[in-house]
């Protein structure tokens, strides 16, 4: 696969090279969490929505999160704030489209409070989200680009 660079507007900016974990669902962020959340589940973070066959009882933790957007609840930003401070959060979020407010809330208030820091880039475009494969080589910068391949 050759390399295809994508750019997208850095919310949370940073550098990371890693493996993405990719679905073209939108991303549940409460029901994906409910064995953490009420579980009592504090070793690993699998995938509690069923609705996504995708990452179903897969691992997210530490994870480069990558899908066109997230969907759930008021709770949503409580749920990223919750599994950031158990280390259980995702290292970065990749949305294709426009990061909602709520998750983002949580993601920014882990990092300001608890120094918890989790790379969130958005508009990164449906041809992004067409071409990332979960196990793809994925590179993050500051400034918004995505490389995959």
């Known amino acids: 696969m050759a390399k295809q660079t994508f750019k997208g507007r850095p919310v949370i900016p940073g550098n990371l090279e890693g493996k993405a974990m990719a679905t073209k669902s939108p991303f549940n962020v409460s029901s994906s969490y409910m ?5 009592g589940n504090t070793t690993s973070a699998p995938c509690t929505d069923a609705n996504n066959k995708e990452w179903n009882r897969k691992d997210l933790a530490g994870q480069i999160l990558c899908f066109p957007t997230a969907v759930g ?4 930003g409580a749920t990223l704030m919750g599994v950031g401070t158990m280390n259980l959060g995702p290292k970065a979020m990749l949305f294709a489209e426009h990061v909602d407010s709520v998750s ?3 993601l920014i208030i882990d990092n300001v409070w608890n120094d918890h820091k989790v790379i969130t880039i958005d508009q990164l475009g449906d041809e992004f989200i ?3 494969k979960s196990g ?6 500051e ?5 995959v391949g």
């Open 35 to 39: 064995e953490n959340l009420f579980g």
């Open 130 to 132: 067409n071409a990332v």
């Open 143 to 147: 400034d918004g680009t995505v490389e």
């Open 136 to 141: 793809d080589p994925i590179s993050i910068h």
């Open 104 to 106: 983002v809330a949580g």
């Open 73 to 76: 609840s008021t709770m949503g």
